[in-house]
């Protein structure tokens, strides 16, 4: 195979390298924190950065896809490399979130807690040098070997507390359910080979696959992809797996390497695939919007602050995959500028996810350190003893509730433009179900908000709820810088949404044949300049001089003299912290309203208790609907079959023989 | 050109904020006329502000940066709000920097704004109401949405002008849609402006109370700032139900002072009216149960739904 100079790839391959590099050195001294933490983990973020312009220059609109085979892998199957722009967005993704996450962390891993530093270190950046490989894969093989290494290296990162029995636990249900969605992906590539036996990406590409057949190699993504990205039913790992790690790896989790199987279900549907039926559209659309649905009621009760911004993060794959969705059902539709639309949206909510998700997981990192408290029960008034983390914090709570002019809104803005114009669907029935689909996704962007103020109000106003808490310490010049970093991305996306829609232009003109106005820094109008319109930056110019303007005004015609006193509360003189809402407390509106949803266990004191207790436990009915079901099923199995497990090792030399001997009489 | 645009774009931004608290004292005088009291002047909430605005500021000692500033955050997003409504003229040049989809979000701003501020001091009473309000927000915010969704499949614009000037081009047609829209429109009004039958605004009762209860720990000129915002906002919300569904009157592109002076007369007489049909509502039903109040709002947003649903079916 005759392959072009790939320098972009060869700059990109040097850097994986020197992740690896990095890790290895961490095994030197693996105890010297400071070691790792001020010259391996910085080195890191700075090939992270490294890594996001190469993703920025492959974005080029003149720019052709890049590829490189490596004499490494399997004797008949090399490992190929390819660098197009769907690759160079993930890229850019990956290094510009990864490289403010690595700036947090070196800052972050302290001696003494579960695994060394050293090791941590060669574990996270073979962690960030498997996701890079998996975007840049061009065969089956090598992603499937990057994809398993993603997975191992992150359970070995989950299970850094290995000491704590639920932690162990939540790691292997990890595994268990990454490996049960490796599996759907490996026979998606093995239907899309379509008998040419070849698989590398290049062939998959090639032949057209019937029907029925594209049909399964679809379903077996969604299922292996959806397995990762945490859609329902499958998302169980995910609220048990993000919070157990230490911060830095959940934000790398929920930040980066869900967007890998973003990556993958786009690379498969519109890339490998040429074909596209209507309803797989209408199929991805529903498990999005459900999932969103599920996932945002979940955080909304949740006590747990990692577990909460996990649940957040299902409701935020919901919302991309819903964009996806709605993609390939303009597609089937031919409505390529739609299907643009909708493409770009879904892209630029996992660009945005990255960016405030990360930054909200550091930040309870930060929380985590200072405090020694991960239930939002015992927070409280923080913003008055770490104000840095609670001003960066704000930013990410502002932007994640879809919030204008910061970014999280930027993409949800776009995704229900995509829903409006879904009424030119030539289907009478896909046209009735959208407006309902519209009207979900109102819901979860509005409850998005509810929890949001929840999470940021319980931890970072109010009083502190335990008197521990006066003792709380700002971070390290490091991990503000991280978070910095992060917040400033949230605010640019933002405030310049033009950037996003760049970035995905030549995406959406290779998968469907389109691209939306780009627009200029002043403002966006997507579809038509009468249209629909937004202008972040003016937007956020207009508060900002209504805001100086009222303030000068109000000291200027009247005073700017302030008394402090105690707070006021209907003047009621014997309040304590303890008077505050709690978590539960915030959450009980949902808990009402979406009962339904929930499998409840309450334990409520009765009026002559001398000390009184209450305890709540929400549990989620999927959990007892299928996978109890499920794991008594596969035990049962496995009872059966160990009947002729008997334990003489003649009985077993037996059963060899008795094989031998049936695939000779097979084979002759 | 431009010179002139800008001037009718900041002459719309002074008459709301001048007219807002008027409009919420001719809200106070027709209650007080249908409930047999005697009437407070129409221009007393401009008198509270005045007086508010003159007093000294008093603080909870643990208050934080953010409580001092969301006043100031309210009132820019409801000042902002009111920049991009078309109440008086249609073309507003500040117009294309938000659609009603970001006047939506603009509103969510401003709502958790005023939760967090609620939720800073650290009282049962500021908490109570923060997660009451963002109740009634989270499920007001998707019916609005909804409304807005059925005027934009009438004009297939998300962009307000486009849209009222859509709704208001010279062949009458009534919509089925939006009579549907209309109806979710003034629940959403009422609940998201803390009127009955959701929240009272006159109560003395902290149990029952939402947006009182957020505002308790202010005082003074961050008081006077943040009532000044809700009334903006209410004023903002009868706007809006004016472009989107009685929109005759508005100055169109082009017009003249003529045409701007007619328009001024038109909102105000229709802010009359307005506010007596609000008063009326207000006298006549009694506050809902808190737990009443998701039903209220569900079928707010269902009638919304109804409404794209008979569009899409009618095709009208």
């Not at chain 1, 002019?405 to 995704?415: D, M």
């Not at chain 2, 409504?85 to 920097?97: M, N, R």
Request: overall charge positive.
């Amino acid at each position: 195979m005759i392959v072009g100079p790939a320098p972009s790839l060869s700059l990109l391959l040097a850097l994986v390298a020197g992740w690896f590099a990095l890790g290895l050195a961490g095994l030197i001294r693996p105890h010297r924190v400071h070691f790792v933490g001020r010259v391996l983990f910085p080195l890191g973020a700075l090939i992270a950065l490294g890594v996001a312009l190469v993703g920025l220059g492959a974005l080029r609109p003149d720019r052709l896809p890049e590829q490189l085979v490596l004499p490494l892998g399997l004797p008949d199957l090399p490992f190929h490399l390819r660098l197009d722009a769907l690759s160079g967005f993930f890229l850019l993704l990956l290094g510009a979130a990864g490289a403010g996450i690595s700036i947090f962390a070196a800052g972050y891993f302290r001696a003494g807690e579960g695994t060394a530093p050293g090791l941590l270190c060669l574990q996270y950046h073979v962690f960030f040098a498997s996701m890079v490989l998996v975007v840049v894969a061009n065969d089956a093989y090598l992603f499937m070997v990057a994809w398993e290494t993603m997975a191992l290296s992150s359970y070995f990162l989950v299970t850094t507390q290995h000491r704590i029995p639920e932690i162990r636990r939540a790691g292997f249900l990890y595994l268990l359910i990454a490996h049960v969605g490796a599996i759907g992906i490996l026979l998606c590539f093995g239907v899309l080979q379509g008998g040419s036996w070849k698989f590398t990406f290049d062939a998959m590409r090639g032949p057209t696959l019937s029907p029925t057949w594209a049909t399964v190699a679809f379903l077996l993504a969604l299922f292996g992809f959806g397995a990762k990205a945490g859609l329902v039913p499958l998302h169980v790992w995910l609220p048990e797996a993000h919070p157990a790690a230490p911060s830095p790896v959940s934000a790398m989790m929920s930040g980066l390497m869900l967007k890998t199987a973003v990556y993958g279900l786009l690379r498969v549907t519109f890339d490998l695939l040429h074909t596209g039926v209507w309803w797989w559209g209408a199929l991805v659309l529903g498990i999005g919007l459900f999932t969103a649905l599920l996932g945002v009621v979940f955080a909304a009760v949740q006590t747990d602050m990692k577990r909460l911004l996990a649940y957040s993060s299902i409701e935020n794959m919901g919302m991309i995959f819903c964009g996806i969705g709605l993609a390939i059902l303009f597609r089937a539709f031919d409505l390529r500028l739609f299907a643009a639309l909708a493409l770009s949206a879904a892209l630029i909510h996992s660009l945005n996810h990255a960016f405030f998700k990360s930054l909200l997981f550091l930040a309870t990192g930060s929380v985590l350190h200072a405090t020694g408290e991960r239930n939002l029960g015992k927070l409280g008034g923080l913003i008055h003893r770490m104000p840095w983390v609670a001003v960066f914090a704000l930013i990410g709570t502002l932007a994640i509730a879809g919030l204008p002019p910061l970014n999280g809104f930027v993409s949800e803005w776009l995704l229900l433009q995509a829903f409006l114009v879904t009424p030119r669907i030539p289907h009478p029935f896909v046209n009735m179900l959208v407006p309902l689909g519209a009207s979900a996704l109102a819901l979860t962007a509005a409850l998005a908000g509810y929890v949001m103020v929840k999470f940021y109000g319980v931890i970072f106003l109010g009083q502190p709820r335990e008197p521990s808490l006066v003792r709380a310490h700002p971070p390290g010049r490091l991990q503000r810088l991280g978070l910095g970093w992060l917040a400033a991305g949230c605010v640019a996306l933002g405030v310049f949404p033009h950037l996003g829609l760049r970035a995905t232009t030549e995406i959406t003109r290779g998968a469907v044949g389109e691209a939306v106005r780009p627009g200029s820094w002043a403002f966006i109008a997507p579809l038509a300049q009468g249209q629909a319109s937004y202008s972040g930056v003016l937007l956020l110019a207009g508060i900002l001089a209504v805001f100086a303007l009222t303030f000068v005004l109000v000291r200027r015609l009247y005073h700017g003299r302030v008394r402090r006193a105690a707070p006021w509360d209907c003047g009621y003189p014997w309040q304590t912290p303890r008077m505050q809402d709690t978590a539960e407390g915030f959450g009980q509106p949902i808990r009402h309203i979406f009962g339904s949803a929930f499998l409840i266990e309450r334990e409520l004191p009765s009026a002559w208790d001398t000390s009184p207790h209450y305890r709540v436990h929400i549990e989620d009915r999927i959990w007892r609907a299928l996978y109890v079901p499920l794991g008594r099923g596969v035990q049962r199995l496995a009872d059966a079959v160990a009947i002729i497990q008997g334990g003489r090792l003649a009985v077993y030399l037996l059963y060899a023989f008795l094989t031998l001997i049936a695939l000779l009489v097979f084979v002759l | 050109m431009t010179a002139l645009a800008v001037i009718r774009q900041a002459g719309e931004v002074v008459l709301a904020t001048a007219l807002a608290p008027i409009f919420l004292g001719w809200i106070g005088q027709c209650r007080a006329w249908l409930q047999n009291r005697s009437a407070p002047p129409l221009l007393q909430p401009w008198r509270l502000l005045r007086k508010l605005f003159w007093k000294d500021a008093t603080l909870a000692q643990n208050a934080s940066p953010l409580f001092r500033m969301t006043p100031y955050v309210l009132f820019g997003t409801m000042v902002l709000a009111a920049a991009i409504i078309p109440s008086v003229a249609i073309d507003l040049p500040f117009a294309f920097v938000a659609d009603a989809i970001a006047l939506v979000g603009l509103f969510a701003t401003a709502r958790v704004f005023i939760s967090l501020a609620a939720m800073d001091i650290g009282t049962a009473f500021g908490s109570l109401g923060a997660r009451r309000e963002m109740m009634i927000g989270f499920l007001a915010e998707p019916a609005l949405l909804m409304v807005f969704f059925n005027a934009f499949l009438i004009s297939g614009s998300t962009a307000l002008p486009s849209v009222v000037e859509r709704l208001a081009a010279p062949p009458f047609v009534i919509y089925p849609s939006l009579a549907f829209a209309g109806v979710a429109f003034v629940m959403v009004l009422l609940a998201e402006n803390a009127r009955l039958p959701i929240d009272n605004p006159a109560t003395h009762l902290e149990l029952t109370m939402i947006h009182e209860a957020m505002v308790l720990e202010y005082s003074a000129r961050h008081l006077a700032l943040v009532e000044w915002a809700s009334a903006l906002k209410l004023f903002n919300y009868a706007c809006l139900g004016f472009a989107l569904f009685v929109p005759w009157g508005l100055a169109t592109r082009g017009a003249g002072p003529g045409a701007l002076g007619v328009a001024v007369l038109a909102l105000v007489l229709k802010l009359g009216a307005a506010g007596a049909v609000l008063a009326l509502v207000e006298t006549l039903s009694a506050k809902l149960r808190i737990f009443r109040a998701p039903e209220f709002l569900a079928m707010a947003f269902l009638l919304a739904v109804l409404g794209l649903l008979v569009h899409l079916m009618l095709g009208a």
